[in-house]
Every structure is written in structure tokens, then in C-alpha cells.
């Protein structure tokens, strides 16, 4: 049994509009923050700057920093239930820097969603998983496509951008982050038979770097670099379960366990750096 196993929630248990909708609120929260903010940049770092100089202030907005990893389940529900108590007293927001500050909350709340309400806890219903990403990811884009726009119609300009389709991580959150490190490498695209072959002898895909594009059409927050960091095998209700955890650039420094099925498809649409 693995340590991430404790999470795991049955399959009746998991109720995939509430989770999508949970998604929905921070990510929300955070698109009107960052939208109000982009309009003052010089005040905005400035405040971002003096928030990051406090010494109560996380580093990142990753679990591991923000609440710790690997702790069990209610004290992450804890943990959300104290940023939802921190949000409502910033709603409506009375300055500046109330909306950094909301900012930051609900940034971090996402990724304690994302990974110990959903990447963890459906790793054993990739169906499930994908609803869900495919639930939230309609409900925001229609958000975006309508409220959104008429909050904002002189920057949305009909080219709405939608953070659901990239689950945010420190870089595209903080906007005091550096950009995502610059990579010298040629693209070459991976073959059906190299596909056949990675997945017959996993450890190959060990030490390789890739890029995934997602088909067109195709709504997928794993878009960019990435490669494998480990590979196992178990006994999972009576069949073999293939476990991949890949590291990518968009994510930060977290694994993302995946099935084998995830992996065939992240594969097949991406290409090798050499």
C-alpha cells in the first residue's frame, strides 16, 4: 500500500459536480483578483513583494508548503475550511490588498483540491477523473464566456482566456514568478511503435523529456513539458494496475500519478526533446 492510498475514496462516494464546482470557486475567485490587479502592476508587485517578505508567508502555493504533504485527509478539509473563512471576511474586497491577499488563498486552495481532492483520491477512477475535469472546465468556460465578460468586456475582447484548462501552479499565479525555464532540445515526434515500446519496457521513459499537445479540440491541462519520474505495478481490486507519477513544468515540482491508459494518450500526443 502506498502512502497516497489513504485518500483513495470509493467510487459511490464521489460526487463529480461538487468537486468541479469547488474547482470553479477558487478558480473564479482568483480570475476577477488577477483581473482588478493587472489593472495597478507596479502596486500589485509591490504588494505581492511585501506579502512574500513576511516570515508567515508560504513560499509556494503548493500543498507541501501551504498545509504539508502527505497528512491525513480531514486536515486538508480542515485547511479549506479556514481559507473559505479567510475569503468571505475579504469579500468584497476593500483594497488592493485584499485582493492579493484573496489571491493567494484561493490559489492554494486549488492545489489542495486538485491534488488531495482529486488527482489522489480518483487516481483509482480515471473515468471519474476526467469528469470532473471535464465537468469544471464547462462550468468555468461558460462562467468565462458570459459573467466574465460582461464584468470585463474592453480586456476580454472576445479572446477569453480560461485557467481551467491549466490547473494553476506557482508560475502562473505569482506574478513575481520567473518564467518557465527556456529549453535547447528538438521536438521529435514519438511513433506508434515507440508508444508500444514505452509501454512494454516502462523504464525506458526514465530520463526522457517530452512535450504533450493535446489534440484539437481536446480541453487538457497537461499541455507543455514533462517527464517520467517513476513507474509501478500492484494487485488492484483483483487486476494489475499500472501507476506512472511525471513530473510537469506547468505543475511545479509535485508528481501526477497516472494510469496506463492516461499515459498511452499523453504519448501519443506528445514529442520527444533530444
Do not use: C
Not at 484561493?106 to 465537468?135: I, T
Not at 491549466?166 to 511503435?193: E, F, I, Q, Y
Amino acid at each position: 500500500m502506498s502512502s497516497i492510498d489513504i485518500y483513495t475514496i470509493p467510487r459511490d462516494q464521489v460526487d463529480v459536480d461538487a468537486l468541479a464546482r469547488q474547482f470553479v470557486k477558487y478558480l473564479q475567485i482568483n480570475a476577477i483578483d488577477v483581473q482588478e490587479l493587472s489593472e495597478h502592476p507596479q502596486r500589485r508587485d509591490a504588494i505581492i513583494a511585501e506579502l512574500y517578505a513576511r516570515p508567515d508567508t508560504k513560499p509556494t502555493f503548493w500543498p507541501k508548503d501551504t498545509v504539508g504533504a502527505d497528512l491525513p485527509p480531514e486536515k486538508y478539509d480542515e485547511y479549506l475550511a479556514q481559507v473559505d473563512a479567510a475569503i468571505e471576511q475579504l469579500t468584497p474586497p476593500n483594497s488592493l490588498e485584499d485582493r492579493v491577499l484573496r489571491s493567494h488563498l484561493a490559489s492554494a486552495a486549488v492545489m489542495v483540491v486538485y491534488q488531495y481532492k482529486w488527482a489522489y483520491p480518483l487516481r483509482a477512477h480515471p473515468d471519474l477523473r476526467n469528469q470532473v475535469f471535464k465537468r469544471y472546465s464547462a462550468i468555468f468556460n461558460d462562467w468565462m464566456n458570459n459573467e466574465f465578460r460582461v464584468l470585463y468586456p474592453k480586456k476580454t475582447n472576445g479572446m477569453v482566456h480560461n485557467p481551467a484548462t491549466h490547473t494553476p501552479g506557482p508560475t502562473a499565479l505569482n506574478p513575481l514568478s520567473p518564467p518557465p525555464t527556456r529549453h535547447s532540445g528538438k521536438p521529435k515526434a514519438v511513433t506508434d511503435s515507440e508508444v508500444e515500446e514505452y509501454l512494454k519496457n516502462p523504464q525506458t521513459l526514465l530520463g526522457k523529456q517530452f512535450l504533450h499537445a493535446p489534440p484539437v479540440g481536446v480541453e487538457q491541462d497537461y499541455k507543455g513539458l514533462w517527464e517520467a519520474d517513476s513507474y509501478s505495478v500492484q494487485m488492484l481490486d483483483g487486476r494489475i494496475d499500472h501507476e506512472f507519477r511525471i513530473r510537469l513544468e506547468a505543475f511545479g515540482a509535485d508528481l501526477l500519478p497516472m494510469s496506463k491508459d492516461d499515459m498511452e494518450f499523453l504519448l501519443k500526443h506528445s514529442t520527444s526533446v533530444v
